[in-house]
């Protein structure tokens, strides 16, 4: 497929002050019973990149779920480049597919199709309609939630009954989920693309008080809220498994890392790798390695992609080594 004429999607827009500000989402529908999307098995696709924290969202709560038979997944590989990101089509890079729906070399041809004037950044994740082929959703905030609840039906008993998002806690998940994006998931990218010094250290302080004040809320549990898993669990995952790996090191959030400077986000951490196959199965340290070292080559002109840390993550009792 033609790759659609865009600017050089390697260039971000910096602000006056030397932030860089984050993508706007454009595809904002839902699936429901009697909407446009209906839920139905083998009619949507995922489109991920495993490097990405956002996707990587959608790929836990589909694992979650169990929706493995009803969703189908697409993944890009981490060399996000001029073109945006690339399949396997056209960059073969192990654990990335050639997309079989769309015939798609780049995520881009996938916006151009559902929307040949659509002037966004081509991101991920997607979710894909097969029958009216175009996007449903870009947003992964909203596609989990859709995740969640919309293919239930469909779903054992089991499955179903598990909510991510339960009324009960609702307004608990809202309210800790605005300031741990704020300080943590997007926190890490203002310290990372700052290119002000001003900048980068409030971004940097920000992001480790957003830490402390998750070590706090997670000392002697398990989960973020109540004692079970919700979507706030998810949300933080996402970036505290890159943590140590890329962001500690890429994206300059350097004061400590989570092995060495928080025990109780490290404990949470390593019992969701390795006591939930949700979470280990959807982890892929080589992608994410990969595309912050390769793609931001702005901030690593020679693509070096570091060996370390080693390990990228602690087996799940590792107190002893610390
Ligand atoms: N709000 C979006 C953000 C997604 C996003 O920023 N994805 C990044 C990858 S980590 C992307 O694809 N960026 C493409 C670009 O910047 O051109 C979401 O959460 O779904």
Redesign the pocket.
């Known amino acids: 497929m033609a790759v659609v004429d865009a600017k050089d999607?390697t260039k971000f827009k910096l602000e006056a002050d030397g932030s860089v500000k984050?993508?706007k989402?454009m595809f904002r529908n839902t699936i429901e019973q009697g909407g446009k999307f209906e839920p139905e098995a083998d009619r949507y696709v995922l489109y991920v990149?495993l490097a990405?924290?956002?996707?990587h969202r959608t790929l836990i709560v589909r694992a979650l779920k169990g929706l493995e038979n009803i969703i189908a997944v697409v993944r890009t590989t981490p060399h996000?480049s001029t073109n945006?990101?690339p399949f396997a089509s056209v960059d073969a890079f192990p654990g990335a597919d050639v997309d079989p729906y769309n015939n798609a070399d780049h995520v881009r041809d996938l916006y151009a199709k559902a929307d040949p004037n659509h002037s966004g950044?081509?991101?991920?994740?997607v979710l894909w309609d097969t029958k009216h082929k175009t996007i449903v959703n870009?947003?992964?905030?909203e596609i989990i939630r859709i995740l969640n609840t919309a293919f239930n039906h469909l779903l054992p008993e089991k499955s179903a009954n598990l909510d991510l998002f339960p009324p009960n806690l609702r307004d608990e998940i809202d309210e800790i989920n605005a300031w741990i994006y704020d300080t943590i998931n997007d926190g890490v990218y203002k310290s990372g693309f700052a290119a002000a010094q001003e900048v980068y250290e409030k971004a940097f302080e920000r992001v480790f008080e957003g830490l402390d004040r998750v070590e706090a809320a997670l000392k002697g549990k398990d989960y973020l809220i109540g004692d079970q898993l919700t979507e706030a669990d998810v949300r933080l995952y996402v970036t505290i498994i890159r943590f140590d790996v890329v962001y500690h090191s890429c994206f300059k959030c350097n004061k400590t890392t989570i092995r060495d400077g928080y025990p109780e986000i490290h404990r949470w951490l390593r019992q969701l790798y390795w006591n939930n196959e949700a979470f280990k199965s959807t982890t892929n340290f080589d992608h994410i390695k990969h595309h912050y070292w390769w793609s931001l080559f702005m901030i690593n002109a020679n693509r070096i992609v570091p060996v370390g840390p080693i390990p990228s993550i602690h087996p799940l009792w590792c107190d002893e080594l610390m």
């Open positions: 999607l984050r993508v989402t990149s990405c924290p956002w996707a996000m945006g990101w950044r081509p991101s991920v994740p870009n947003e992964s905030a």
